[in-house]
């Protein structure tokens, strides 16, 4: 058999094991009454948070009160 053959089929059986974790997961859960609880091998990573400067920041809260002060000078002018 060459690599490549092997590599596929490598594959094929991890994505076939995942599921039947899963689906072990699911029963176990069933079983205790809970949700399936997450996956402690799993190779999902949280989602990395974007930092953002503070020019920017400054930038978005001027056109916010910009935006809050149109706002109210708009009710004042509809209550009158």
Do not use: C
């Amino acid at each position: 058999m060459d690599q490549m053959t092997l590599q596929m089929a490598l594959a094929g059986y991890e994505i076939e094991r995942n599921k039947i974790e899963e689906k072990m997961r699911e029963i176990r859960a069933q079983l205790k009454g809970k949700s399936a609880p997450a996956a402690a091998g799993s190779k999902e990573k949280a989602p990395v948070k974007r930092k953002m400067s503070a020019v920017a920041r400054a930038r978005i809260a001027a056109a916010q009160k910009k935006r809050w002060a149109e706002f109210h000078k708009r009710a004042a002018e509809n209550t009158k």
